[in-house]
């Protein structure tokens, strides 16, 4: 099988988020794929704003209805630091023989050389990069190893950062996230 993983914050999962699982499911032909959230993101130790919990029902609320799409809570079950690698070495060991493809935006690929043991990981799994909007892929990386597959899949500029501002602001979520996300956001009072 050919699996995919997008792995991220998800503070709060957004349209941007699940288009670009579902271009990459579609142009990979990937028979699944995962979205991974992160316990604590490595090079953005701050970003978290939400509780794990949160997250994860934010996510629930977003794809429970999209068979295509599944949840791993390794990362959050596991907590600390989400290296990319602990989750690799995770997923290898329950997929044995098949093929594994994180799935990274294209404005992460000049950091790529940053990425904890980055010569195991590209052993591990092989990456797609999507582009995004104003963050023109840079070089690829001098990584011994390394599999780099682009996705060409529809650019839609929306960060969750963004998204957090608007609900400080009392500006509205509508079209940004699915409706159940929102009613999540509203009901838990996040991002006040």
């Avoid at 914050?9 to 990979?28: N, R, T």
């Amino acid at each position: 099988m050919k699996i995919g993983f997008l792995g991220g914050s998800f503070d709060p999962v957004h349209f941007g988020h699940l288009i670009a699982a579902q271009d990459v499911k579609e142009q990979y032909q990937l028979d699944r794929l995962y979205l991974v959230p992160a316990a604590q993101a490595p090079l953005k130790p701050n970003e978290m704003q939400s509780t794990t919990d949160d997250r994860w029902q934010m996510l629930r609320a977003a794809c429970e209805w999209d068979r295509r799409l599944e949840i791993a809570g390794y990362e959050l079950t596991k907590g600390g630091v989400s290296y990319t690698i602990d989750s690799a070495r995770h997923f290898r060991a329950q997929f044995p023989r098949d093929e594994l493809f994180w799935i990274i935006g294209g404005d992460q690929l000049p950091q790529l050389h940053k990425w904890k043991d980055i010569g195991e990981l590209a052993k591990l799994v092989e990456f797609i990069f999507l582009e995004r909007p104003r963050h023109p892929s840079k070089p690829h990386p001098d990584i011994p190893g390394l599999r780099l597959h682009r996705c060409d899949g529809h650019l839609i500029e929306i960060s969750s950062s963004e998204l957090r501002q608007r609900v400080r602001a009392g500006l509205s979520l509508n079209y940004f996230c699915p409706q159940k996300v929102i009613a999540y956001i509203e009901s838990k009072k996040l991002y006040r």
